[in-house]
């Protein structure tokens, strides 16, 4: 069964400044997809950024980007230029890339990082 | 595109009573979608994976019979809390299922008195 571990119960950051949030997980998959969600307050979850495990470039989407290492499974979000809007609770989360079966798409979620964002 | 919503975003019920929580899909069709279970503060915990058209396959622990899944339709499912008790009280998401992606409902808390 995959883990994904999430070390960091809390993080904190000035508004402006960057800050990484990191993520480790456990696999005997080669094809896999990883995720970033962002939970704030009204604890709407919301996709913040998808890796797929077969490609070697790095996503990012506009302040937000990771740094993906396959083979030291490791997964950190990085935020540049935080804003109090970013504020929430982030959880890394794995999916398994294989096809069909009753559980075809289930994610399996870290335990959550509560970000802090101080003006 | 792809909203999901869930009904009732809130409620409170008496112990022993059963309460219905809907998830729908808006936009699109989901021929598989998710239910969870957050506590404060936590992750959120896989409690089943709902298929339409056949039945829920549930998570290690998660009792069958307490927690009722119905996937009647392609933009519906159902999880009703049977003869709750105030251990149940927590915030349950659903989420659904649109090709490669899983787009999450606002969650309904559920307070059981």
């Known amino acids: 069964a995959q883990t994904v571990t999430q070390s960091q119960p809390e993080m904190s950051v000035q508004e402006a400044e960057t800050v990484t949030l990191s993520c480790t997980y456990d696999?005997?998959?080669?094809?896999?997809?990883l995720f970033w969600y962002k939970q704030p307050p009204s604890r709407q979850m919301i996709l913040v950024i998808r890796?797929?495990?077969?490609?070697?470039q790095n996503a990012t989407e506009n302040r937000f980007s990771v740094n993906f290492q396959k083979a030291a499974k490791s997964f950190s979000l990085k935020i540049s230029d935080s804003q109090l809007g970013d504020a929430a609770m982030y959880f890394c989360?794995?999916?398994?890339?294989?096809?069909?079966?009753?559980?075809?798409?289930?994610?399996?979620f870290g335990q959550g990082t509560i970000l802090t964002v101080h003006p | 595109g792809a909203v999901v919503s869930q009904h009732p975003s809130r409620v409170i019920c008496k112990s022993g009573t059963s309460v219905k929580i809907e998830c729908r899909s808006l936009?699109?069709?989901?021929?598989?979608m998710f239910w969870y279970r957050q506590f404060p503060k936590q992750s959120l915990m896989l409690m089943a994976t709902?298929?339409?058209?056949?039945?829920?396959?549930?998570e290690q622990g998660v009792e069958k019979d307490k927690f009722l899944i119905n996937h009647a339709s392609l933009t519906l499912s159902t999880l009703t809390v049977t003869s709750a008790h105030p251990e149940d009280s927590s915030f349950y998401i659903c989420?659904?299922?649109?090709?490669?992606?899983?787009?999450f409902g606002p969650g309904t808390r559920l307070t059981v008195t």
């Open positions: 989420s659904a299922r649109r090709v490669h992606e899983q787009y």
């Open positions: 696999t005997s998959e080669s094809d896999y997809y």
């Open positions: 890796q797929e495990a077969y490609k070697q």
């Open positions: 709902s298929n339409e058209g056949s039945k829920a396959t549930y």
């Open positions: 989360a794995y999916r398994s890339a294989g096809a069909g079966g009753t559980s075809y798409g289930k994610l399996t």
């Open positions: 936009d699109f069709q989901a021929t598989t």
